[in-house]
């Protein structure tokens, strides 16, 4: 590791918590170069849901490569870049019934959320955007003013401006009703809110420490979107491409939002690529007002219009997504039926949960144990308090039950 150590930045940080130099993946495992074996309850922090050297996707991109397809293309048309329009038009937003177009805003998750801001401010006219307690949006300037956590906020350097946070679903415990204070504040001319251009949620915060946004408190987000002149974006970076069961995690709401941003696992096969959705009538954009030199990556074009058509061309997907979903759900039930002395609960939605510890030191404990006894688990929450499971979605029952025995183990062995 001594390379790493005297040479690699000290902001690394995933690395800490797995002392090992991997060296090969497949499936729902990673091996180090020691030997060692790992189970992944992390898959890229989400990026792949369709697990590590996913053999069909594989044969799509060495084939590629191979014929000397594109692999930089700017925004340049090419062949890899049509296919992937054309399987996402058909395979995932029309049979939806959504309008929306697509921009290409460059590889990474925070560069979809900065367009989308963009976007919303100079459709509005506005500066302000709303967003919500304990919510993770990207680490570039324009996505940590609207992120919560004070320690990713402080690396900025300098103000973080025209954000302003909302209470997320449920931060009051259920004993004040949904938007009473963000409403009055909008219709009070004494409140010192600026209008805003946007509101921008997840569906489920994932660094925020897998809060679960009820599908009713969604949609009066919508309606009240609508009533104040404001546009609506989903932030489905993590929890977009199957994480919750359906494609979108917002869709279980039934609601249309204005501006929805992808990356993490829309090339399904880790690559860089990211989203910016939107509604016909915003797409106010001048030609190369919003630019970036790698916001044509072929290969993950390829890769991504593979993962479309293997597993989203049917309903399959989504149903074994629910299924493990109830899988991982009893095992936690066991869990905490067993621990219920330590203070431990739970929550989540499809192929995304959290186990939440009343001693929040014991979940960074639990996660230790864990990479001991082989299997990868990261914290999340403001204070790394709850333990996250982010399995991809084609582990097999075998392999999640394998996982959730040496879960309960690590929570066992660190009470």
């Not at 004070?150 to 949904?178: E, Q, S």
């Not at 979605?393 to 394998?402: F, K, Q």
Request: glycine residues 10%; hydrophobic residues 40%.
């Amino acid at each position: 590791m001594s390379v790493f150590e005297t040479l690699e930045s000290e902001v690394r940080s995933y690395c800490r918590s797995w002392p090992a130099v991997f060296d090969r993946a497949q499936g729902s495992y990673l091996h180090d170069e020691d030997g060692h074996t790992y189970l992944d309850f992390f898959a890229g922090a989400g990026s792949l849901n369709y697990g590590h050297n996913n053999p069909v996707l594989k044969r799509a991109l060495i084939d590629y490569i191979e014929r000397d397809g594109i692999t930089h293309g700017l925004d340049m048309a090419t062949t890899a870049k049509r296919a992937f329009l054309e399987s996402f038009q058909n395979v995932i937003l029309r049979p939806r019934d959504l309008p929306y177009k697509v921009m290409f805003p460059g590889p990474t998750g925070t560069n979809a959320v900065e367009s989308a801001l963009k976007l919303a401010r100079k459709v509005k006219g506005r500066e302000s955007v709303v967003s919500f307690t304990n919510a993770f949006h990207g680490m570039s300037l324009g996505s940590l003013a609207v992120t919560g956590n004070a320690f990713k906020r402080a690396g900025a350097g300098i103000p973080l401006v025209h954000g302003t946070p909302m209470p997320f679903d449920n931060y009051f415990d259920g004993t004040v009703p949904d938007f009473i204070w963000f409403e009055r504040l909008l219709e009070d001319q004494g409140s010192g809110l600026n209008k805003p251009a946007a509101v921008i949620v997840e569906t489920v915060q994932g660094e925020g420490g897998i809060n679960v946004a009820r599908a009713e408190w969604l949609r009066a987000l919508q309606d009240l979107c609508h009533r104040q002149d404001m546009l609506l974006i989903v932030d489905d970076i993590q929890m977009g491409c199957g994480r919750t069961g359906a494609f979108f995690s917002f869709e279980e709401a039934g609601i249309v939002p204005d501006i929805v941003t992808l990356s993490k696992s829309i090339s399904g096969y880790g690559m860089p690529m990211s989203l910016c959705l939107f509604k016909p009538e915003l797409d106010i954009w001048e030609p190369g007002e919003h630019n970036g030199t790698f916001r044509g990556n072929n290969p993950a074009f390829v890769t991504a219009t593979a993962t479309l058509d293997t597993y989203w061309a049917d309903d399959q997907m989504e149903k074994q997504t629910l299924a493990r979903g109830e899988q991982v759900e009893r095992a936690l039930l066991d869990i905490v039926d067993e621990m219920d002395a330590i203070g431990v609960g739970f929550r989540g939605r499809g192929l995304v949960w959290g186990m939440e510890f009343d001693d929040k030191a014991r979940a960074t404990a639990v996660t230790r144990r864990a990479f001991e006894l082989g299997l990868l688990l990261e914290t999340s929450g403001p204070q790394s308090e709850v333990v996250k499971l982010l399995p991809p979605l084609t582990i097999s029952p075998e392999e999640l039950d394998e996982g959730l025995r040496i879960l309960a183990r690590s929570v066992r062995e660190t009470a």
